[in-house]
Structures are given as structure tokens and as C-alpha cells.
């Protein structure tokens, strides 16, 4: 039941970190939106500060967990991986764009190094996994010779410009005020496409 309850402060600091921004967010407005008392998110957390790193690595460790079980399936071939990689980061980031745009502007304000390293730390590893499965293809002339790193920002690029603004995104592709693209799955699966047509036409050899 501890991490039950752990996870339950997690979320609930997500939502108001998103609302309210991390610097305009104390400690009671965590206990009170969570439904406990201070004196149970410093057991936990300690600070503000730490539950900051602590909802990054435990949602980092979720993505990771899952770049390491595309990775190690064999069943796939490595375009097959890179395909259900866009899959796994469309489907999280905009399911959970409120998380999200926190990390955006903590990578953008770098208001607190320790949190801005974690952060760093943790989407490098991610990275590098996504790295080495793009080199791999390269390496047996599946791929053509890109830049990796390069061709994941891409990918990155294209869902974090839906994920950052929704008004942006309205008026660029649907031209709809009720529109909403974090939970329309038919824009979701539209993102999809796009993005493995793209990679596609980038890597695989013709």
C-alpha cells in the first residue's frame, strides 16, 4: 500500500505541477489535492525538489522498461522495433502531455540542476537505446547511413510540436476549437503513420 500511496501524491503533484507550475505549488496544495497530510509527502519525498526527481524516474522507468523490451525481441526486425518505438512514445507523451510540458520547461528554465541532471540523465539512456537498435540496422545495411541521434529528434520533434500546444495544433491541423489531439485516437494514429512513413522513406534502403 506504500507505493499505492506514493504513486497517488505522484499523480496528483503532476496535475498541479502542469496547472500551477512547480514554483507555484507548495506543499499543502500537494497534501490537499492528494488528500494527506504534509507531514506524509516529506516522509516520502522529503522536499519539493526530490518529488520532483522522483515522478521523473518513476515515469522514465516505465519508458525505459518498454525501449528495453522492443529492443530485446527478436521476433522483429529492426524497422519493426524503431515502428512500435513510435508507437510507444506517441501514445505515452500525448496520453500524458500534462507530465510532459513540466519536463519541457524545467529542460527549457533549468531552475533546478540537480532535477535539469536527472532529467538528462535519464532521456540519454533512453536515447542511447533507440541509438543502438538505428546503428544496428546501419550495420547490417538495412539502414541507410543516417545520424541517429538526429533521426530520433525527429521523431521527438514532430510529437512534442502537438504535445506543447494544443491551440497550435488545432489550427495547423484540424481548424476545430473542440478538437482535442491528446485523446483523439484517429489524429493519434494519424501521428503514427506519418512519423513511420517518414522513417521509413529515411532509412530503408530501396
Known amino acids: 500500500m506504500i507505493i499505492d500511496k506514493k504513486e ?3 499523480n496528483a503533484a503532476i496535475e498541479l505541477f502542469a496547472e500551477k507550475g512547480f514554483e507555484g505549488t507548495s506543499i499543502r496544495d500537494l497534501a490537499a489535492k492528494a488528500d494527506v497530510n504534509i507531514a506524509m509527502v516529506n516522509y516520502y519525498f522529503g522536499s ?5 526527481e522522483a515522478i521523473v524516474e ?5 519508458m525505459r522498461e518498454r525501449l528495453e523490451e522492443i529492443t530485446l525481441d527478436k521476433s522483429k526486425s529492426d524497422i519493426e522495433k524503431l515502428d512500435a ?3 510507444t512514445y506517441v501514445n505515452r507523451i ?3 502531455h500534462q507530465y510532459h510540458r513540466i519536463i519541457h520547461q524545467e529542460l527549457m528554465l533549468k531552475q533546478r540542476e540537480e ?3 536527472t532529467i538528462i540523465g535519464l532521456f540519454s539512456k533512453n536515447t542511447a537505446i533507440i541509438k543502438n537498435i538505428i546503428e544496428h540496422g546501419i550495420k547490417k545495411k538495412v539502414f541507410k547511413k543516417v545520424d541517429p541521434e ?3 529528434a525527429s521523431i521527438l520533434g514532430t510529437i512534442n510540436q502537438v ?6 495544433c488545432n489550427q495547423l491541423m484540424n481548424k476545430d476549437k473542440n478538437f482535442n489531439p491528446y485523446i483523439d485516437e484517429n489524429f493519434k494514429k494519424r501521428i503514427i503513420t506519418h512519423l513511420k512513413q517518414l522513417i521509413h522513406s529515411l532509412l530503408l534502403q530501396h
Not at 48 to 52: A, P, S, Y
Open 85 to 87: 518505438v513510435i508507437e
Open 94 to 96: 500525448l496520453s500524458q
Open 8 to 10: 497517488h501524491i505522484i
Open 115 to 117: 532535477v535539469h541532471n
Open 150 to 152: 538526429l533521426t530520433f
Open 48 to 52: 519539493k525538489d526530490k518529488l520532483f
Open 163 to 168: 504535445m506543447l500546444s494544443k491551440s497550435l
Open 58 to 62: 518513476y515515469k522514465a522507468s516505465y
